[in-house]
């Protein structure tokens, strides 16, 4: 069974501030997805990384690819109140036909 | 173009009832699924369909039915409702794999 392990599953800093959250698997994915999810919504699609040692930038936000397609990060600079919500990444594969695994989230809140 | 809709928003049953979740896209997205949204447990995969008259069991597909007679409408129905459905659920369609979700329905079951 695959799965997702993601960490700190929270945190909570002050606005400036830089965090990392991470994905981990010990399994290989295709690719790999980050939402956020802010509350009383549904998930929103940040960032889909596909090759091992990519590295995707979001404005503050940079997504990097493991080399060996196990694991994620999400770098946050110069953290915004904007910022807060839950993290998600999620995991898939061309073998499953393409079903998400998702990992179990990072709650993050963005103090003024 | 209202991407992914779910009705309704909230709803409260007693046990026992049935219900049906309402979900419909118009992105023409072959595969949709359903999930619900348990705190710290991530999205659980409950059913997929991977277009019109296709449907399959995700990870906890107990208690609940689908069907997918269109390819826009995706609708979920739960037998007879426990307090362990007691959640909140969300549709979801896909290009390949990147995901568009509707705003979820807060289920209650007493």
């Known amino acids: 069974t695959q799965l997702l392990e993601q960490s700190p599953q929270f945190l909570s800093i002050q606005e400036g501030e830089n965090l990392t959250v991470y994905c981990n698997s010990s399994?290989?994915?295709?690719?790999l997805q980050w939402y956020r999810q802010e509350p009383g919504e549904g998930p929103v699609l940040l960032v889909t990384?596909?090759?091992g040692g990519e590295v995707k930038k979001l404005k503050r936000l940079t997504f990097q690819f493991g080399d060996a397609r196990k694991d994620s990060s999400l770098h946050i600079t110069a953290a915004q109140p904007g910022d807060t919500g839950l993290y998600l990444c999620?995991?898939?594969?061309?073998?499953?036909?393409?079903?998400?695994?998702w990992g179990a989230g990072t709650k993050l809140i963005i103090k003024p | 173009n209202a991407g992914v809709t779910q009705t309704p928003k909230f709803q409260v049953l007693k046990t026992g009832q049935s219900m049906t979740l309402q979900c419909a896209q118009d992105m023409n997205h072959e595969y949709m699924s359903w999930y619900r949204q348990d705190p710290g447990m991530g999205l659980r995969l409950i059913h997929y369909?991977?277009?019109?008259?296709?449907?399959d069991q995700g990870e906890v597909p107990n208690g609940y039915n689908v069907s997918r007679s269109t390819t826009e409408d995706f609708p979920l129905r739960l037998l007879s409702a426990a307090p362990s459905q007691t959640s909140v659920y969300f549709c979801?369609?896909?290009?390949?794999?990147?995901?568009?979700f509707g705003p979820g329905t807060r289920l209650t079951v007493l």
């Open positions: 979801a369609s896909s290009y390949i794999s990147e995901q568009f």
């Open positions: 999620a995991g898939a594969n061309m073998d499953s036909n393409y079903q998400l695994i």
């Open positions: 369909s991977v277009g019109a008259g296709i449907t």
């Open positions: 399994s290989v994915f295709s690719s």
């Open positions: 990384v596909v090759t």
